[in-house]
């Protein structure tokens, strides 16, 4: 079946420390991948997607890589700010019959402080 | 324009009860799926619709969950004979389609507490 694992957290940055998300996954056929955000108090949001190999998805400032002979998705952000402080799950997608479900990590909490 | 949207944000509910929690999608938006997200967990799936049918419901943990969207639109997830492991965030989320990764679109979530 599908899964996808990601670091542990709690993740602390001081504000412009760089970032990094380690996310591998296991998957048949050829999954898509995402990044979502969770800030405090609100909703999952989409971050950023890749849907094929050596694609790079980016957003805010955020990238990942689609690395298929890593089987790897790793979240990156050269400079972060207190603003990114959120929980970030990496999810996968691959498309069946089921149409599009999504098979999220646990999810790593990053706080930013000054 | 109008997200999606779920109610109640909160329920707490006595071991044993009947429950429903509605999700209303994007207009527009075809496909709907349910979530749920346990404390310090991802989000699971639960069940997709594709317009008015369950197209998979293979995430379902057993037969006290039930999920209708009579209408391609709204839709209900129902749990019978609540049990304290049901305790979670349930979030809805839509989709344009279900058939490609469109992006799909999430709620806030219904806190679902049983006591």
């Known amino acids: 079946g599908n899964s996808v694992t990601q670091m542990e957290g709690p993740v602390t940055l001081s504000e412009e420390a760089f970032l990094t998300i380690n996310c591998t996954y296991t998957?048949?056929?050829?999954?898509?991948l995402f990044w979502y955000v969770q800030y405090p108090g609100e909703g999952l949001q989409l971050l950023l997607k890749?849907?094929?190999?050596?694609d790079k998805g980016s957003n805010k400032g955020f990238e990942a890589t689609y690395r298929k002979e890593t089987t790897s998705f790793h979240l990156e952000k050269g400079s972060v700010q207190v603003s990114d402080s959120a929980v970030y799950f990496c999810?996968?997608?691959?498309?069946?019959?089921?149409?599009?479900?999504?098979?999220f990590g646990t999810g790593t909490q990053l706080k930013v402080e000054l | 324009g109008a997200g999606v949207s779920q109610t109640p944000s909160n329920k707490v509910t006595e071991k044993g009860k009947y429950v429903e929690l509605r999700c209303d999608p994007i207009?527009?938006?075809?496909?709907l799926y349910w979530y749920r997200q346990s404390l310090g967990q991802g989000p699971e799936f639960l069940i997709y619709?594709?317009?008015?049918?369950?197209?998979?419901d293979s995430g379902l943990p057993n037969d006290r969950f039930f999920a209708v969207r009579p209408e391609g639109s709204v839709s209900t997830l129902k749990i019978q004979r609540t049990e304290r492991g049901d305790s979670a965030v349930y979030l809805c989320?839509?989709?344009?389609?279900?058939?490609?990764?469109?992006?799909?679109?999430f709620g806030p979530g219904t806190r679902l507490t049983v006591t």
């Open positions: 989320a839509s989709s344009f389609q279900g058939g490609s990764p469109y992006e799909q679109y």
């Open positions: 998957a048949t056929g050829y999954p898509s």
């Open positions: 890749a849907t094929k190999a050596d």
């Open positions: 999810a996968l997608t691959a498309l069946t019959g089921g149409g599009n479900k999504l098979t």
């Open positions: 207009s527009g938006h075809t496909a």
């Open positions: 619709f594709q317009g008015t049918g369950a197209a998979d």
